[in-house]
């Protein structure tokens, strides 16, 4: 492909540069025409030319070479080429011009040569010109003689624009470089004349001189791609990159070999597309080589086979058309193909403007039946004038205008993957290439119905309707009518099921995309804006098993990735996070010693008790009330979960060193809260990723929802993407919920509204205020973030899939996040590389990749100043734009003092989501991109509940604000809880198993109401009374412990003198194990009212 070959021209030319001045610059040095002072220099050499100097020889090749390649990317290259052949040539004036031109230019540098020749071997003042002319001018000369028909044809955009753009540029550097004396020309060998004040001409002349080098060396490069290309047999393979040798005979190709009518063709080609199709033609650029030149003469015949059908004064002269189409097919799929016979038929039957888009046709990579298919299209198109004068119009059905789409527009998407598959033959087996045929075909009725759908004016006045009959009747129209009048409401209606039905075509097959040759591809990047890691994968493959299908059977692949973290400190050191034990053992007892592995082991035992006692008794479990909470079930395993203890603390217990401590503990931010705030419960996150590994799914997240997707399409479920909701019907009472109202006013009533989106933004924007709507506006929140997503021009190695770079001040960084609500002066962040584990994520060579940062969330008025409080006044104000360019430079910075890595240069693409963005795009309160928090009183039965607060009836909730809480796999399971909720309430059956377990699923022949969940057991009198008992020692404690730390907050403390060489100096003295717990902040606040914290 000529474009992979482009993108490797490059280093080629770099290295050839710099091995070609090497000789003469240290000529130039050892003769001391130029000098370098002493202290100029950093001091390494080759060959007496400073290193300096060396890597200047290389990053001006590369910088100039990517310009020519900017300029030149859409320039298609074979029709600017010539065989000056008198009678090929538009005229015999045109050949002697072609003469002219290259022997002009011939003369020029010969006659510079001389010039240098006489003014070196003069010596003196002409000196240093003569070296740089007779240096420069003989590879020009080369590179003129070979390409001279590109330099000259090419328009000055590409050429002339590449070499004046770096040489003015290097000419201001130049004349900074000498006014400060980083080198200096002697005196006696230079002429004394000044391009302006600083700059000698013979610099001035130099960079214009190797620029040009530069540019004629990428033209004479894309010269022999050009040859080789355009002139070889219809079944050549073109190799990845193409030996010397090969470029070379295209190069040395004699001009009066090159066949004319093939270029003469390819002209037409492209002015005919230019004019009528610019889209395609323009697409085309994102292919090279002979591929591109393939796309461009089949979509070039296309136009024509449809223009002499349209063109035509009578359906007869159109059918006449259509038949000499198919006879000119016919021979050439004959099993005794005759050229020339082709030829002079071509030559008898068919304007002259249409017989080079049929001469060169690649017949033989195409298949044959999708160009007769295309003709069948074109006949009926021909039924339209039938039915102008019967009112019996073709397309009554979705099924023909399925059909229709599929002739006119999947057969020429089948034509051109038929081409990509002649190019790249060994990179898709046969049954991957026919799913990839049928995913285009498809693909191409969908752009057809879109094209209909744009097109109905402009059909209507040819008296053409391509919208199915029926359809129109469910409208009260007819095709009539629309031609009549193509506007109004009803036929807006029409075009949005007209594009609706495109949108679900191209859902069913997007997903080939993936499996496309990375040449049909183009540079495409994928990244993700959510989740970029997939934990707890039994959660995945147990909703897809309910759902009586599983991950694999909906195309998620999912692979694991290891290691989990490679996780980044201060210092340069890293750690990394397995579930091999092995790695482990070693990685730990680095740090914490011989025993530390065992302490480990036990730290991972408490988190497996976590993890199995929060997926049985929370995860499985609604809690739909405070009594909730009184299940003996869960009561007696309360203590155990840890919730009164912060995860730090619990980390503190088992690891001795801060490094291990922020190594385990920093996961709570999946959450969005700090290690020191989150209840230890959540350690439970640690186990999961230790002991199950993280995965990914190949494709990206978006393949998780796709299938999902796929599942409810089969089971009838109608998806509206772009359908914004303004609110939720309720009935006249406002006790029940009855459908959802557009954003245009159109109502959708429904029995049931399961409502996803943010739920504080809900309860505020989509439902009648209230109190407790209000209220939800004064919950502690999660955080929210900074991501950037950046595409880089090259891998990265030393960063794996998932990267951690931990703060040094770890605890003051969340608190800049949790009290302050800003960025840390040093923030911990997340790097995803997702093209790590799934290469299509980039292109080949390339990396995706995205950065999280940690940030405080809005505050009410974003504008506003704040100390960390929604309503107080305080330090700084939230300048997001400021913060998020402070934060970028930070990460930077980070990144390449801890791995080695400058990115900023390497970024080619860039995206970033701030909490701005997040409350914009995504409804997000606050910018909280993780919904309410995960602290003790907001969650289980203080959590918004699955069902709607206030007593509207039939409305739910799902998502990350309301139980269980946040998470992928937490909100799946959160759907389940919600879905059985609904079939309870309804007294219907729930057609899966009890908690999620893997016994059969239930009877769904059985009339009786199934038991899922204990809490909707019938209770005895007794049962009850327990309940509530326990129910009110539970609040009780809560409310104690409440007024306990309000008082503690209040007190007027006053210190004493003989105890203030003993006083209690914070968490961090006792190994802190107090930090996070309720009694070490109760300490804390005692201290903060005394001035000793």
Same mark, same amino acid.
């Given at each position: 492909?000529?474009?992979?070959?482009?993108?490797?021209?490059?280093?080629? @030319?770099?290295?050839?540069?710099?091995?070609?001045?090497?000789?003469?610059?240290?000529?130039?040095?050892?003769?001391?025409?130029?000098?370098?002072?002493?202290?100029?220099?950093?001091?390494?050499?080759?060959?007496?030319?400073?290193?300096?100097?060396?890597?200047?020889?290389?990053?001006?090749?590369?910088?100039?070479?990517?310009?020519?390649?900017?300029?030149?990317?859409?320039?298609?290259?074979?029709?600017? #080429?010539?065989?000056?052949?008198?009678?090929?040539?538009?005229?015999?004036?045109?050949?002697?011009?072609?003469?002219?031109?290259?022997?002009?230019?011939?003369?020029?540098?010969?006659?510079?040569?001389?010039?240098?020749?006489?003014?070196?071997?003069?010596?003196?003042?002409?000196?240093?010109?003569?070296?740089?002319?007779?240096?420069?001018?003989?590879?020009?000369?080369?590179?003129?003689?070979?390409?001279?028909?590109?330099?000259?044809?090419?328009?000055?955009?590409?050429?002339?624009?590449?070499?004046?753009?770096?040489?003015? /540029?290097?000419?201001?550097?130049?004349?900074?470089?000498?006014?400060?004396?980083?080198?200096?020309?002697?005196?006696?060998?230079?002429?004394? @004349?000044?391009?302006?004040?600083?700059?000698?001409?013979?610099?001035?002349?130099?960079?214009?001189?190797?620029?040009?080098? @530069?540019?004629?060396?990428?033209?004479?490069?894309?010269?022999?791609?050009?040859?080789?290309?355009?002139?070889?047999?219809?079944?050549?393979?073109?190799?990845?990159?193409?030996?010397?040798?090969?470029?070379?005979?295209?190069?040395?190709?004699?001009?009066?070999?090159?066949?004319?009518?093939?270029?003469?063709?390819?002209?037409?080609?492209?002015?005919?597309?230019?004019?009528?199709?610019?889209?395609?033609?323009?697409?085309?650029?994102?292919?090279?080589?002979?591929?591109?030149?393939?796309?461009?003469?089949?979509?070039?015949?296309?136009?024509?086979?449809?223009?002499?059908?349209?063109?035509?004064?009578?359906?007869?002269?159109?059918?006449?058309?259509?038949?000499?189409?198919?006879?000119?097919?016919?021979?050439?799929?004959?099993?005794?193909?005759?050229?020339?016979?082709?030829?002079?038929?071509?030559?008898?039957?068919?304007?002259?403007?249409?017989?080079?888009?049929?001469?060169?046709?690649?017949?033989?990579?195409?298949?044959?039946?999708?160009?007769?298919?295309?003709?069948?299209?074109?006949?009926?198109?021909?039924?339209?004038?039938?039915?102008?004068?019967?009112?019996?119009?073709?397309?009554?059905?979705?099924?023909?205008?399925?059909?229709?789409?599929?002739?006119?527009?999947?057969?020429?998407?089948?034509?051109?993957?038929?081409? *990509?598959?002649?190019?790249?033959?060994?990179?898709?087996?046969?049954?991957?290439?026919?799913?990839?045929?049928?995913?285009?075909?498809?693909?191409?009725?969908?752009?057809?119905?879109?094209?209909?759908?744009?097109?109905?004016?402009?059909?209507?006045?040819?008296?053409?309707?391509?919208?199915?009959?029926?359809?129109?009747?469910?409208?009260?129209?007819?095709?009539?009518?629309? @031609?009549?009048?193509?506007?109004?409401?009803?036929?807006?209606?029409?075009?949005?099921?007209?594009?609706?039905?495109?949108?679900? #075509?191209?859902?069913?097959?997007?997903?080939?995309?993936?499996?496309?040759?990375?040449?049909?591809?183009?540079?495409?990047?994928?990244?993700?804006?959510?989740?970029?890691?997939?934990?707890?994968?039994?959660?995945?493959?147990?909703?897809?098993?309910?759902?009586?299908?599983?991950?694999?059977?909906?195309?998620?692949?999912? *692979?694991?990735?290891?290691?989990?973290?490679?996780?980044?400190?201060?210092?340069?050191?890293?750690?990394? $996070?397995?579930?091999?034990?092995?790695?482990?053992?070693?990685?730990?007892?680095?740090?914490?010693?011989?025993?530390?592995?065992?302490?480990?082991?036990?730290?991972?035992?408490?988190?497996?008790?976590?993890?199995?006692?929060?997926?049985?008794?929370?995860?499985?479990?609604?809690?739909?009330?405070?009594?909730?909470?009184?299940?003996?079930?869960?009561?007696?395993?309360?203590?155990?979960?840890?919730?009164?203890?912060?995860?730090?603390?619990?980390?503190?217990?088992?690891?001795?060193?801060?490094?291990?401590?922020?190594?385990?503990?920093?996961?709570?931010?999946?959450?969005?809260?700090?290690?020191?705030?989150?209840?230890?419960?959540?350690?439970?996150?640690?186990?999961?990723?230790?002991?199950?590994?993280?995965?990914?799914?190949?494709?990206?997240?978006?393949?998780?929802?796709?299938?999902?997707?796929?599942?409810?399409?089969?089971?009838?479920?109608?998806?509206?993407?772009?359908?914004?909701?303004?609110?939720?019907?309720?009935?006249?009472?406002?006790?029940?919920?009855?459908?959802?109202?557009?954003?245009?006013?159109?109502?959708?009533?429904?029995?049931?509204?399961?409502?996803?989106?943010?739920?504080?933004?809900? /309860?505020?924007?989509?439902?009648?205020?209230?109190?407790?709507?209000?209220?939800?506006?004064?919950?502690?929140?999660?955080?929210?973030?900074?991501?950037?997503?950046?595409?880089?021009?090259?891998?990265?190695?030393?960063?794996?899939?998932?990267?951690?770079?931990?703060?040094?001040? /770890?605890?003051?960084?969340?608190?800049?996040?949790?009290?302050?609500?800003?960025?840390?002066?040093?923030?911990?962040?997340?790097?995803?590389?997702?093209?790590?584990?799934?290469?299509?994520?980039?292109?080949?060579?390339?990396?995706?990749?995205?950065?999280?940062?940690?940030?405080?969330?809005?505050?009410?008025?974003?504008?506003?100043?704040?100390?960390?409080?929604?309503?107080?006044?305080?330090?700084?104000?939230?300048?997001?734009?400021?913060?998020?360019?402070?934060?970028?430079?930070?990460?930077?910075?980070?990144?390449?003092?801890?791995?080695?890595?400058?990115?900023?240069?390497?970024?080619?693409?860039?995206?970033?989501?701030?909490?701005?963005?997040?409350?914009?795009?995504?409804?997000?309160?606050?910018?909280?991109?993780?919904?309410?928090?995960?602290?003790?009183?907001?969650? $289980?039965?203080?959590?918004?509940?699955?069902?709607?607060?206030?007593?509207?009836?039939?409305?739910?909730?799902?998502?990350?604000?309301?139980?269980?809480?946040?998470?992928?796999?937490?909100?799946?399971?959160?759907?389940?809880?919600?879905?059985?909720?609904?079939?309870?309430?309804?007294?219907?059956?729930?057609?899966?198993?009890?908690?999620?377990?893997?016994?059969?699923?239930?009877?769904?022949?059985?009339?009786?109401?199934?038991?899922?969940?204990?809490?909707?057991?019938?209770?005895?009198?007794?049962?009850?009374?327990?309940?509530?008992?326990?129910?009110? $020692?539970?609040?009780?404690?809560?409310?104690?412990?409440?007024?306990?730390?309000?008082?503690?907050?209040?007190?007027?403390?006053?210190?004493?003198?003989?105890?203030?060489?003993?006083?209690?100096?914070?968490?961090?003295?006792?190994?802190?194990?107090?930090?996070?717990?309720?009694?070490?902040?109760?300490?804390?606040?005692?201290?903060?009212?005394?001035?000793?914290?």
């Amino acid at each position: 492909m000529q474009v992979e070959a482009m993108h490797d021209a490059p280093p080629i @030319i770099a290295m050839i540069a710099v091995v070609s001045t090497i000789p003469w610059d240290s000529y130039l040095i050892r003769k001391k025409i130029w000098t370098y002072p002493p202290n100029a220099i950093i001091g390494p050499t080759l060959y007496q030319i400073p290193a300096e100097e060396v890597f200047f020889f290389v990053i001006q090749t590369y910088t100039t070479s990517l310009l020519y390649l900017i300029f030149n990317k859409a320039t298609f290259h074979p029709i600017y #080429l010539s065989s000056e052949r008198p009678g090929h040539c538009s005229s015999s004036s045109d050949t002697r011009q072609w003469r002219i031109k290259k022997y002009t230019g011939q003369a020029v540098l010969v006659l510079g040569l001389s010039a240098a020749w006489v003014m070196f071997n003069t010596g003196g003042t002409g000196t240093y010109m003569g070296l740089i002319v007779g240096w420069a001018f003989p590879f020009l000369l080369f590179l003129w003689t070979l390409a001279y028909q590109l330099l000259i044809g090419l328009p000055w955009t590409n050429t002339v624009l590449p070499i004046v753009l770096p040489t003015v /540029y290097l000419w201001i550097v130049d004349t900074l470089a000498l006014r400060r004396g980083t080198w200096v020309i002697e005196n006696g060998t230079k002429l004394g @004349i000044h391009l302006w004040p600083g700059l000698e001409i013979e610099e001035a002349f130099f960079f214009l001189a190797t620029n040009m080098l @530069i540019v004629f060396g990428m033209t004479a490069f894309d010269n022999a791609l050009a040859v080789l290309h355009t002139f070889c047999p219809p079944d050549w393979i073109a190799p990845h990159f193409p030996s010397v040798i090969l470029l070379m005979k295209a190069l040395l190709k004699p001009v009066s070999q090159y066949d004319d009518e093939r270029i003469t063709g390819l002209q037409e080609a492209v002015s005919r597309l230019r004019k009528k199709s610019r889209s395609f033609y323009l697409a085309s650029g994102a292919f090279q080589g002979k591929l591109r030149i393939d796309l461009i003469i089949l979509y070039s015949f296309c136009r024509v086979s449809d223009d002499l059908v349209d063109d035509t004064e009578s359906v007869e002269e159109a059918k006449m058309w259509i038949d000499k189409l198919r006879e000119y097919l016919d021979l050439n799929y004959s099993p005794d193909i005759d050229r020339e016979f082709i030829r002079d038929f071509v030559e008898k039957n068919f304007p002259v403007q249409a017989r080079s888009a049929l001469l060169m046709l690649p017949t033989s990579t195409l298949a044959k039946q999708p160009l007769y298919d295309l003709l069948k299209g074109f006949e009926m198109d021909l039924d339209f004038s039938a039915a102008a004068e019967n009112d019996n119009y073709p397309i009554e059905t979705e099924t023909d205008l399925d059909l229709y789409g599929a002739r006119v527009a999947g057969t020429v998407a089948e034509l051109c993957l038929g081409l *990509v598959f002649a190019d790249c033959p060994h990179q898709t087996d046969v049954e991957e290439r026919n799913r990839i045929l049928r995913a285009g075909a498809t693909m191409g009725i969908a752009l057809q119905y879109v094209n209909i759908s744009r097109d109905i004016s402009v059909d209507a006045e040819m008296k053409r309707v391509y919208i199915p009959s029926q359809w129109l009747l469910d409208e009260g129209l007819t095709p009539g009518d629309v @031609i009549k009048n193509p506007t109004g409401s009803r036929i807006e209606s029409m075009r949005k099921r007209l594009l609706e039905r495109a949108f679900r #075509l191209y859902g069913d097959s997007k997903d080939a995309l993936d499996k496309l040759p990375f040449q049909a591809k183009g540079p495409m990047r994928r990244f993700d804006q959510g989740p970029s890691l997939l934990l707890l994968p039994h959660f995945f493959a147990e909703t897809y098993r309910d759902l009586d299908t599983t991950l694999l059977k909906e195309g998620v692949d999912i *692979v694991q990735c290891a290691p989990n973290y490679n996780i980044w400190f201060g210092d340069g050191e890293n750690f990394q $996070l397995s579930t091999d034990l092995a790695t482990m053992k070693t990685e730990i007892e680095k740090w914490e010693g011989k025993d530390g592995f065992e302490r480990y082991l036990a730290f991972l035992d408490e988190s497996h008790k976590h993890y199995e006692l929060s997926v049985t008794h929370v995860l499985r479990k609604n809690f739909t009330s405070l009594l909730s909470m009184c299940r003996p079930s869960f009561l007696r395993h309360l203590i155990a979960l840890h919730p009164f203890e912060s995860i730090y603390s619990r980390a503190s217990r088992y690891f001795w060193t801060e490094r291990m401590r922020r190594v385990f503990t920093f996961g709570s931010m999946y959450m969005g809260m700090s290690p020191f705030d989150a209840p230890g419960t959540y350690s439970l996150l640690q186990y999961t990723e230790l002991a199950e590994g993280i995965w990914y799914p190949k494709g990206g997240f978006h393949k998780v929802i796709e299938g999902l997707v796929n599942v409810g399409q089969r089971f009838g479920v109608e998806y509206r993407l772009s359908t914004p909701i303004s609110k939720i019907a309720l009935s006249a009472d406002n006790k029940k919920a009855t459908g959802v109202v557009l954003e245009d006013g159109t109502t959708l009533t429904a029995d049931t509204v399961v409502c996803n989106a943010d739920l504080i933004y809900a /309860y505020n924007n989509l439902l009648p205020p209230t109190s407790y709507a209000k209220s939800l506006n004064r919950r502690d929140t999660s955080c929210s973030s900074l991501s950037f997503y950046w595409g880089l021009s090259r891998t990265v190695p030393e960063l794996s899939a998932h990267n951690i770079f931990l703060a040094d001040e /770890y605890k003051n960084s969340f608190d800049s996040i949790f009290k302050d609500h800003l960025i840390p002066q040093d923030p911990s962040f997340y790097v995803n590389v997702p093209s790590r584990v799934d290469p299509t994520a980039a292109p080949p060579g390339c990396d995706s990749i995205v950065i999280l940062v940690p940030v405080g969330h809005l505050i009410s008025d974003a504008s506003a100043t704040h100390n960390g409080s929604l309503d107080s006044p305080g330090k700084t104000k939230q300048d997001w734009p400021t913060l998020r360019s402070r934060a970028r430079a930070q990460v930077l910075k980070t990144i390449q003092t801890r791995i080695g890595v400058d990115l900023g240069p390497l970024i080619v693409h860039e995206q970033t989501n701030d909490p701005l963005t997040w409350k914009q795009t995504f409804n997000l309160d606050r910018g909280a991109i993780l919904g309410l928090s995960h602290s003790f009183f907001n969650v $289980l039965s203080f959590r918004p509940k699955t069902r709607h607060e206030g007593g509207i009836k039939g409305l739910y909730f799902v998502g990350a604000s309301t139980h269980p809480g946040t998470g992928v796999p937490i909100c799946l399971a959160g759907g389940k809880i919600v879905a059985t909720q609904i079939l309870q309430d309804q007294g219907l059956v729930v057609p899966w198993p009890a908690g999620g377990m893997l016994e059969p699923a239930v009877d769904s022949s059985s009339k009786e109401k199934q038991e899922i969940d204990e809490i909707h057991r019938p209770l005895t009198i007794f049962g009850w009374l327990v309940r509530i008992l326990i129910g009110i $020692l539970v609040v009780g404690l809560f409310v104690a412990l409440w007024i306990n730390a309000m008082w503690m907050d209040s007190m007027a403390w006053t210190p004493i003198p003989w105890a203030e060489e003993h006083v209690y100096q914070g968490p961090e003295v006792s190994g802190q194990l107090w930090e996070g717990t309720w009694f070490g902040r109760m300490i804390e606040r005692f201290y903060e009212a005394n001035g000793g914290m």
